[in-house]
């Protein structure tokens, strides 16, 4: 029997009868305020300062982090224009820039209430470096199985980790505004892979490995800032939940949502269960492990 569908792999059945396109919904847009926070919040206000200003400025970090993948969804964008993607997929990767560039202004805004005073906003993003394939069908490709697939599926399971953690409401509606965002990202992905060419498809599962390993060793390292035993209580997990959020969802959402597209992945999932036992425990990761 077939594993039942995660939500960011589902797919839109194309017979399915509909009044309007199926990218319709994408294309919409939503805005009240970018973030109502509480008035006030009693777990913050009971903070050591220490620890105010060390969760504070990690919020501030994630600003900046946030549009750093604003800035990836952009090149995407801009790739998936030049090779003819299809709108139900343009439609999410372009909305995406704007959703990241507003999780920004909710990482600062939450940062501002954890340090009491203003925040400014994040500077300049240094672009990656463009990888060094020179087919754009294929550079797309890559590009959309490393952001979209799994990428936007780690960050959801760590997002939906770190939401079941926190206690301040503040960070709660933080996490709550980014990851409301993170399954349609993760959804354009899948669309885009359901309808590729056998060819493109081929040269994904041949370079399946080499797409992953980077993706999940930027969640595996230590930031400059987060606590390595983390902020649970303030939407901060320690390095050892991060590292088991990039793990599961590795294991759980993309590995078998890549199968059921018919790649092979005993490779990919070899190695992620060595990977995986390299973990340890809890206390290992903040020893230093």
């Not at 990482?107 to 754009?136: F, K, N």
């Not at 997002?159 to 409301?180: K, M, N, P, Q």
């Not at 081929?202 to 370079?207: F, K, R, S």
């Amino acid at each position: 029997m077939d594993r039942p569908s995660h939500p960011l792999i589902s797919v839109p059945v194309a017979d399915e009868p509909v009044g309007e396109p199926p990218y319709e919904v994408a294309m919409t847009r939503r805005r009240r305020r970018v973030l109502p926070l509480p008035p006030r919040d009693p777990v913050i206000e009971a903070m050591p300062a220490a620890l105010r200003l060390e969760v504070g400025r990690t919020w501030q970090r994630r600003a900046h982090e946030e549009l750093k993948v604003a800035s990836g969804f952009t090149v995407l964008c801009r790739e998936l224009l030049e090779t003819g993607a299809p709108p139900e997929v343009l439609s999410i990767v372009s909305r995406a820039v704007h959703d990241e560039v507003r999780h920004g202004e909710v990482c600062r805004a939450v940062a501002e209430r954890y340090l009491g005073a203003a925040v400014s906003w994040p500077g300049e993003i240094s672009p990656e470096p463009p990888p060094p394939q020179t087919d754009p069908r294929l550079r797309a490709a890559y590009h959309v199985v490393a952001v979209c697939c799994v990428n936007e599926a780690i960050a959801w399971t760590f997002l939906e980790a770190s939401l079941s953690e926190t206690r301040s409401h503040t960070a709660r509606v933080g996490l709550g505004d980014l990851l409301a965002d993170e399954v349609l990202h993760a959804r354009a992905g899948w669309i885009y892979l359901a309808c590729l060419a056998a060819p493109l498809r081929a040269a994904i599962e041949a370079n399946l490995l080499t797409l992953v390993k980077p993706v999940l060793g930027g969640w595996w390292e230590e930031g400059p800032i987060e606590r390595i035993e983390g902020a649970p209580e303030h939407g901060i997990p320690s390095l050892h939940a991060t590292r088991r959020s990039a793990v599961t969802a590795l294991r759980d959402i993309v590995i078998p949502g890549l199968e059921r597209l018919g790649l092979r992945v005993e490779p990919t999932r070899i190695w992620l269960t060595e990977r995986e036992a390299t973990l340890g425990a809890p206390s290992s990761v903040q020893a230093g492990g």
